[in-house]
């Protein structure tokens, strides 16, 4: 596990987007398991005026991997000019990631297309937790009436793999010094819409990173059907949060969205 956070702060670090936290070594714990140590901010607090300086950097991290495959597609066109690529292609990660109990992204399990990846890996992954742990008739009723309007919101849209940062919400970023940090983050290359999945559901961003952000990677993500695809990363983080903190009630509010996401 915390391997995988190393190399997710090493490969935010390579975009020179956004300050991580210098990783410095993954330790056996005397008693059992495992720590990881990463260098002290000092003076670091929770991101109060710099939101706008935070969407334009989180936005950057998510352009990075794009523009290289932009330049290389370019590139490919020319005659005589070769380079080994460097840019990511698919949607997956080197290592396995993790975000609560639950979820887990298998290590060099790479997708060609977002749809199949996010349907099955991500969101069906979660129903059957719920199955599992609470025996949710209801809801499993309601995946096989969502499932048949799934492909209706990846339809003619097209997907670029960024890195996102995975575990993006207000506890895992901070500003200091007039420049913002972020961390703890569970790495994927996903879609950069897909970042925003537990920002949604705490709806605690400042209005400022929103206006910034969304300016910016316009020209990079498939406004066809993104909002009806932003509630199904939210049923995603729903479903994820029942299991992590046994909460029925969410489970509930995900049943709301998936009634209303059928009858559109």
Same mark, same amino acid.
């Given at each position: 596990?915390?391997?995988?956070?190393?190399?997710?702060?090493?490969?935010?670090?390579?975009?020179?987007?956004?300050?991580?936290?210098?990783?410095?070594?993954?330790?056996?714990?005397?008693?059992?398991?495992?720590?990881?140590?990463?260098?002290?901010?000092?003076?670091?607090?929770?991101?109060?005026?710099?939101?706008?300086?935070?969407?334009?950097?989180?936005?950057?991290?998510?352009?990075?991997?794009?523009?290289?495959?932009?330049?290389?597609?370019?590139?490919?066109?020319?005659?005589?000019?070769?380079?080994?690529?460097?840019?990511?292609?698919?949607?997956?990660?080197?290592?396995?990631?993790?975000?609560?109990?639950?979820?887990?992204?298998?290590?060099?399990?790479?997708?060609?297309?977002?749809?199949?990846?996010?349907?099955?890996?991500?969101?069906?992954?979660?129903?059957?937790?719920? +199955? &599992?742990?609470?025996?949710?008739? #209801? $809801?499993?009723?309601?995946?096989? /009436? %969502?499932?048949?309007?799934?492909? *209706?919101?990846?339809?003619?849209?097209?997907?670029?793999?960024?890195?996102?940062?995975?575990?993006?919400?207000?506890?895992?970023?901070?500003?200091?010094?007039?420049?913002?940090?972020?961390?703890?983050?569970?790495?994927?290359?996903?879609?950069?819409?897909?970042?925003?999945?537990?920002?949604?559901?705490?709806?605690?961003?400042?209005?400022?990173?929103?206006?910034?952000?969304?300016?910016?990677?316009?020209?990079?993500?498939?406004? +066809? &059907?993104?909002?009806?695809?932003? #509630? $199904?990363?939210?049923?995603?983080? /729903? %479903?994820?949060?029942?299991?992590? *903190?046994?909460?029925?009630?969410?489970?509930?509010?995900?049943?709301?969205?998936?009634?209303?996401?059928?009858?559109?």
């Amino acid at each position: 596990m915390f391997e995988s956070e190393f190399q997710s702060i090493i490969d935010i670090r390579s975009t020179k987007a956004i300050q991580v936290p210098n990783p410095i070594k993954v330790l056996k714990h005397p008693d059992r398991g495992a720590m990881f140590a990463v260098d002290w901010i000092e003076n670091l607090k929770p991101v109060e005026k710099l939101w706008s300086k935070l969407g334009e950097q989180v936005a950057d991290l998510h352009l990075d991997n794009p523009k290289k495959l932009m330049k290389e597609r370019k590139e490919a066109n020319v005659v005589g000019k070769y380079e080994k690529s460097i840019a990511v292609s698919k949607f997956g990660y080197n290592y396995s990631s993790y975000m609560g109990p639950t979820f887990k992204i298998e290590a060099n399990r790479w997708f060609d297309d977002w749809e199949t990846c996010f349907c099955q890996t991500w969101l069906k992954a979660q129903f059957d937790e719920v +199955e &599992k742990k609470f025996g949710n008739r #209801e $809801l499993i009723e309601k995946w096989s /009436l %969502l499932e048949r309007k799934l492909p *209706e919101f990846f339809k003619d849209a097209f997907f670029w793999p960024s890195l996102n940062h995975g575990d993006l919400c207000s506890i895992n970023i901070g500003e200091v010094n007039e420049d913002i940090v972020i961390y703890d983050p569970m790495c994927s290359y996903s879609p950069l819409e897909a970042d925003h999945t537990i920002i949604q559901l705490e709806n605690n961003f400042g209005k400022e990173f929103h206006e910034v952000y969304w300016k910016k990677v316009n020209n990079y993500v498939s406004n +066809e &059907k993104l909002k009806l695809r932003m #509630e $199904l990363y939210k049923i995603f983080a /729903l %479903l994820l949060c029942s299991v992590a *903190e046994n909460d029925k009630t969410l489970i509930k509010q995900a049943i709301e969205i998936i009634n209303s996401i059928i009858l559109e």
